[in-house]
């Protein structure tokens, strides 16, 4: 068996639609589909104000009738159920040294409020063990390609590694997507740019990416892979091919078109703007076991 597919669940839409998701990627990879429900205690009340042993009963009474409703969202699957309480950050991090990737909703309620506002989706992604899928969108792409950012150095290695498993057990292409824009702003932050040759600097982008993906098309022959490289922000080239898309893989470092991709308005706005799901591979991170 693979290792197993974890997923967060929090009684939401969202959620639910996330746990299809994963279950679908479970069957797959023949993995257990492994639900995971973390609920925080709340503290600090005034005494006499809340009853904590009432309280705590209803919040695991509620947690159990969601993890049964996710369970129930996964009909015919190996799954394990698992309520933790703890707070859904640490809870998941701690999920994921041992899952193949950790599956969330882009929205939620109780312990997984708010886990892609701000910088709780950021923390996760950047403590993972594992890649971390926020499943975004419907289900429109199932049929379309897997694309992945290539930002040209060693450390996005892992995010290509990912994308080629992913397109492999799909069975689908793969769309590889390199943008070039940072290295003309590096330049003409530094007095250069009128010096620049585009075409020369383009012919190296093509170069480049054919490089970082070439033992990964010898190590899948059966995924067949389509070059993007454009003078172009990371955000919009990627948002642009994953019209259609089963799945956008990115890292969370490099330099290039897609530097600082968890740190600033490029991850927000994906995460946000995605109509598809969105897998985040940190360095390191990527498993296909």
């Given at each position: 068996m693979s290792a197993p597919v974890v997923v967060g669940v929090d009684g939401s839409e969202s959620a639910l639609h996330a746990v299809r998701w994963?279950?679908?990627e479970a069957a797959r990879r023949g993995a257990v589909l492994r639900l995971v429900h973390a609920v925080e205690i709340p503290t600090g009340y005034p005494p006499g104000f809340v009853d904590s042993d009432a309280l705590r009963a209803a919040l695991a009474e509620q947690g159990r009738s969601w993890l049964e409703q996710a369970r129930q969202a996964a009909p015919g699957l190996a799954t394990e159920v698992v309520e933790v309480k703890a707070a859904a950050v640490p809870a998941l991090v701690k999920e994921s040294t041992h899952a193949a990737l950790v599956v969330l909703g882009s929205r939620g309620l109780?312990?997984?409020?708010?886990?892609?506002l701000g910088s709780t989706a950021?923390?996760?992604a950047a403590h993972?063990?594992?890649?971390?899928?926020?499943v975004r969108g419907t289900d429109n792409g199932h049929d379309g390609?897997?694309?992945v950012g290539v930002?040209?150095?060693p450390l996005g290695e892992a995010a290509i590694a990912f994308a080629f498993h992913e397109a492999s057990i799909r069975g689908t292409g793969l769309v590889?997507?390199?943008?070039?824009t940072d290295l003309v702003l590096e330049a003409a932050f530094a007095g250069g740019a009128a010096q620049l040759d585009f075409s020369v600097l383009a012919a190296q982008a093509e170069e480049l990416l054919g490089e970082r993906l070439a033992g990964w098309q010898e190590k899948y022959p059966d995924v067949p892979v389509s070059r993007h490289v454009s003078r172009d922000r990371a955000a919009s080239a990627l948002l642009r091919h994953a019209d259609g898309a089963q799945l956008v893989v990115v890292g969370t470092r490099g330099r290039g078109g897609f530097r600082g991709l968890l740190l600033g308005s490029t991850s927000q706005h994906l995460l946000q703007h995605a109509p598809c799901p969105v897998a985040v591979v940190r360095t390191g991170s990527s498993r296909e076991d």
């Open positions: 994963a279950a679908d109780g312990g997984f409020t708010g886990l892609l950021v923390e996760l993972a063990h594992c890649p971390v899928v926020t390609p897997v694309v930002d040209g150095t590889a997507v390199h943008t070039w």
